[in-house]
């Protein structure tokens, strides 16, 4: 499964922005997906996680009520909605595959990984 991020950006506190994971493979509507962000200097933090089925659905608590994870089986796409960005939101965002049906918040829980793309959010 290969996994393609797109929609980052550069915005201003407050802002939004879209992310897209977009898989290569059909198998991607059966697996859990997750995104995880890295800031400069930190390590690799869970964001958000979506079932194959797009019912079961977790959040960091650092992104509750501000982040919507959504997927679009038919597209073989996952979304992450970002609402009221932060400068401490700014890191490179990845989006991750699982082998199971779920999500999870443990990075290990994950195969297949995009190759990122960059949230920059200024004050």
């Known amino acids: 499964v290969q996994l393609v991020e797109s929609g980052g950006g550069s915005v201003q506190a407050g802002g939004s922005l879209r992310l897209s994971c977009i898989a290569s493979a059909g198998t991607f509507r059966s697996i859990g997906v997750g995104w995880f962000r890295q800031a400069p200097g930190k390590d690799l933090e869970f964001v958000a996680g979506?079932?194959?089925?797009?019912?079961?659905?977790v959040y960091a608590d650092s992104v509750k009520r501000r982040f919507t994870i959504s997927r679009d089986n038919a597209k073989s796409t996952v979304y992450l909605e970002m609402n009221s960005l932060k400068p401490e939101d700014t890191a490179v965002y990845y989006c991750a595959a699982a082998n199971t049906y779920y999500s999870s918040r443990d990075k290990n829980g994950y195969v297949y990984w995009g190759q990122g793309t960059q949230v920059t959010v200024s004050s």
């Open positions: 979506v079932s194959w089925t797009g019912v079961s659905i």
